[in-house]
């Protein structure tokens, strides 16, 4: 997936130039040289005793034996792990809840979330410009995946943000992501409550369908018309634009992927089904029961997002009304699947407004993945669960999610092993620039 | 939901079965477990030490303790164990739809105990994360919800499950509402009037009959004995302080539930004696970095603080892990024991039976896998007055 990007690197080249007017030459881009600790890069083995060298935005060399400039800043590690930072792979970070569900309509693929991201720190107050979320970045999180709600079956369009970044834009690393859809309860409650459709599983899967054969219309049409000469052009009235079924055709293009929140087997068969009938990308978020048709998602390698191992009900659910769920959900869902050959990551589906005082669940996602280990996930999985696993589910893998040369400097520093309940955040490094130093 | 709730029935013999092939194995009266690192809670660590089991009580504990040869000795070397948890604020065993009567805003003659769901399998979850007794009951909603039921979450005879049937008065108040406070010093002054009567009654010649008994103001009645305490949900600190003014006013024992902002106000709560039960829940709830450190304040103020899941708001199975948080946060690994354990015990006045490894007290006992306090232990055995009640090796060999 190739990231077209702009302004932020219309940003970049600005900002650089001013860096070179205000510091002595040189300065902006003195290396930095993280060495000393034991590397995760998230991309093969551990290093004992490596160096994390970052050169500007980016990671330069990573290894055991880099040669680090004279002038570059050292960071001594020893003692300490280095790893990508953190990529939370589902939030409704940075949006008010009212924000999150257009329950006016089941159906709004249109609907952009990023147009109701706030990341300019509280509301009323602050100094002005994006104001990173201090707790977030003490979890190690630098980027998260930022999504509609799951109340509607086709809430719109979700983003890939990180954590910290000089502007608005410049924090945006994949707009649209995906379109999310969900399968299941959370809508049926929604509209059950409105006594509106749909309120069955049935209406549910049909309204997916219809959507994405309007889609594939709507696409013919445009591709007709696009396909005619010149001159037959200026003659006839180009089909109106819809901005719904834009969106949609880019999942039918394949250049977005759907993902679907299903957590019964039965809504997760129905969201394998509509993507083979439509030949559609699919990732499926919650997939609370995932781990029962796990042959199923590896064969088609559909990848899962889960929830938190110690809340997995992501849409608010309670456990005790849902029986049903209770008797067959398992603990050891993510290292079933894992051992199977599925992808899986496992995110927050936490909430940046609201609750108590503005905190974020996501600053302990990597607690979440250290509990999976408990039931039986291995370290490595886990971790790549909260890292590599989740960039390449949301297609910034090519940017964030492991510490390889020529990938964003987004990187962590831990002053013990990550999935130690004790283990605290040090450093948080985005785009090559120290945006955390814990108290 | 309705016609999966109607189907459940059917699915309880199961669930029955299920629990009776755990108990069976260990129908022993008497048996010893011996070799693990014990946190008894009430007292220090100790290494491999000796617990014996007699009739469901712990008849003796320690590093030297003399197995008497016809009791079974079951190895648990290099294991942990710890006290059966307690937790003291729960809402399993209920319907969600049985646990708040809206439209009654005061009704402390609700009983819990009526509602009691037995055959939810919430029960069984609790079991397998170690959780042995519950104080649980009513909701939120109302200014006085009613009467908590404490209970064991395991065992054949629900009466000897039930440690205490009713008592515990859960009250709420939320801030935002000038009224609530009021209503229910109201109440309050009005059951303080019952009493006289009834004193007046009990005093006299009873030539008169005698005063209508009032279910509500009876309960209220035994809080202001002090027989039995109030449960106050409340979050805000103010809220807080004119709970404690209003415990200064009518004497009552009280814990705060939930006591989100108590940390802000420590001291006045460590004067009055009164406990907090509190955050986190798990890592559902998110909270601030200064919230979360608001436990170890607390103890260090002298409060007793016990933590607890609010299930189903988190799971039940999760409360340990509560605790291994706010270690996270700076309560010592002692003080974050006591707090699902011996603290709640003391606080819901069960513990000359529950919440620590003593002789004497039942044998509810939780043995895991490693330390207690690591996120990635997990729990092995869980008996339950003696009796087995959780086994993982036979639970997890489903394929």
């Known amino acids: 997936m190739i990231i077209k990007n702009k302004p932020f690197r219309m940003t970049w080249l600005f900002m650089a130039f001013l860096g070179a007017l205000a510091l002595p030459s040189g300065t902006a881009e003195k290396a930095i040289a993280i060495k000393g600790g034991t590397v995760l890069t998230m991309a093969g083995k551990s290093i004992p005793n490596g160096v994390v060298l970052i050169k500007g935005e980016k990671i330069q060399a990573v290894g055991s034996e880099v040669k680090i400039p004279a002038d570059a800043v050292i960071i001594e590690a020893a003692g300490k792990y280095i790893m990508p930072g953190i990529v939370d792979a589902m939030t409704y970070f940075g949006v008010r809840p009212f924000d999150l569900n257009d329950l006016t309509n089941p159906v709004t693929p249109q609907n952009r979330i990023i147009q109701a991201y706030y990341p300019f720190g509280k509301f009323m107050q602050g100094k002005g410009g994006v104001e990173p979320d201090k707790e977030l970045l003490g979890g190690g999180v630098t980027t998260v995946y930022i999504a509609p709600g799951d109340r509607q079956v086709i809430g719109g369009q979700g983003a890939v943000v990180k954590t910290s970044g000089r502007d608005f834009d410049s924090l945006i690393l994949r707009e649209p992501a ?140 309670e456990v005790s009304s849902t029986p049903e769920l209770l008797r067959v959900m398992d603990e050891h869902n993510a290292a079933i699947l894992s051992k199977a050959g599925v992808k899986v990551a496992i995110a927050s589906y936490g909430f940046g407004f609201g609750g108590f005082g503005d905190a974020v669940q996501g600053k302990w996602l990597l607690l979440e993945a250290g509990l999976a280990t408990g039931f039986d996930l291995p370290d490595e999985e886990a971790l790549k669960a909260v890292t590599i696993n ?21 990187v962590i520093i831990l002053d013990g092993y990550p999935l130690n309940v004790k283990t605290w955040v040090e450093k948080v490094f985005i785009n090559g620039e120290a945006v955390y130093s814990k108290k | 939901m309705r016609m999966l709730r109607r189907a459940l029935p059917l699915l309880i013999p199961l669930v029955l079965l299920f629990q009776v092939e755990f108990a069976a194995p260990a129908g022993q009266s008497r048996f010893a477990l011996k070799g693990a690192t014990v946190y008894p809670a009430s007292s220090s660590r100790i290494e491999n030490a000796v617990i014996l089991v007699e009739n469901g009580k712990i008849t003796a504990f320690g590093p030297d303790v003399k197995i008497p040869s016809g009791a079974k000795i079951i190895d648990v070397s290099g294991k942990a164990i710890i006290p059966g948890l307690i937790d003291i604020h729960s809402h399993l065993g209920f319907f969600d739809s049985d646990i708040n009567e809206f439209p009654q805003p005061i009704g402390p003659e609700n009983r819990a105990l009526d509602a009691l769901y037995l055959d939810s399998p919430d029960w069984s979850e609790a079991v397998k994360g170690g959780v042995v007794t519950l104080v649980t009951g009513p909701g939120s909603g109302e200014r006085i919800g009613g009467q908590s039921v404490t209970i064991k979450t395991f065992g054949a005879d629900l009466q000897k499950r039930i440690i205490k049937e009713a008592g515990e008065v859960k009250m709420a108040i939320n801030a935002r509402n000038l009224s609530h406070v009021q209503a229910i010093r109201n109440s309050l002054l009005k059951a303080r009037e019952y009493k006289e009567t009834w004193d007046r009654y009990e005093a006299g010649d009873k030539k008169e009959p005698p005063p209508k008994r009032d279910l509500a103001l009876e309960a209220l009645v035994k809080v202001l004995n002090r027989e039995e305490r109030i449960r106050c949900h409340v979050h805000f600190a103010n809220d807080m302080l004119s709970f404690l003014k ?79 948080l706010s270690i996270r946060y700076g309560l010592s690994e002692e003080a974050a024991l006591r707090a699902i354990t011996i603290n709640p015990a003391e606080l819901a006045m069960i513990n000359t039976r529950v919440g620590s490894i003593e002789k004497g007290k039942d044998a509810d006992l939780v043995v895991l896998n490693g330390p207690w306090q690591e996120l990635q232990s997990r729990v092995d055995l869980v008996f339950i007055d003696g009796v087995l009640a959780y086994d993982r090796s036979l639970d997890e060999s489903k394929p």
Not at chain 1, 219 to 244: G, I, M, W
Not at chain 1, 391 to 409: F, H, N, T, W, Y
Not at chain 2, 280 to 309: F, W
Request: charged share 30%; with cysteine; aromatic share 4%.
């Open chain 1, 178 to 317: 995906a379109i999310d859809m969900a399968i299941g309860d959370p809508p049926k409650a929604a509209f059950g409550e409105a006594q509106k459709s749909p309120v069955t599983r049935m209406s549910i899967a049909a309204l997916i369908r219809k959507s994405l054969i309007d889609a594939q219309e709507y696409d013919r049409a445009q591709k007709a018309y696009d396909s005619k000469a010149e001159e037959e052009k200026k003659k006839t009235p180009r089909p109106s634009r819809d901005l719904n079924m834009e969106a949609l055709v880019k999942l039918l293009h394949r250049e977005i992927p759907a993902r679907v929140e299903a957590d019964l087997v039965d809504d997760l068969r129905t969201a394998i089904r509509i993507a083979e009938e439509f030949q559609i990308d699919l990732i499926i978020d919650s997939g609370l029961t995932a781990y029962l048709v796990k042959d199923l998602l590896a064969a088609k390698k559909i990848p899962v997002v889960l929830g938190p191992t110690s809340h997995p009900f992501v849409s608010g659910g």
């Open chain 1, 390 to 410: 989740a960039a390449q589910i949301l297609g910034v893998a090519d940017r964030v999610g492991s510490l390889e040369p020529g990938k964003d400097a987004d």
């Open chain 2, 246 to 324: 209003l415990k200064d006013e009518f004497g009552f024992e009280l814990t705060f539930e939930h006591s989100t902002e108590a940390y802000k106000i420590a001291e006045e709560i460590a004067k009055r004696g009164v406990g907090c039960v509190c955050l986190p829940l798990v890592m559902r709830i998110p909270l601030g970095e200064d919230l979360m450190r608001g436990n170890a304040v607390l103890e260090k103020a002298g409060v007793k603080i016990a933590l607890h899941t609010d299930h189903p708001v988190t799971q039940e199975k999760w409360l340990r892990l509560c605790a291994i």
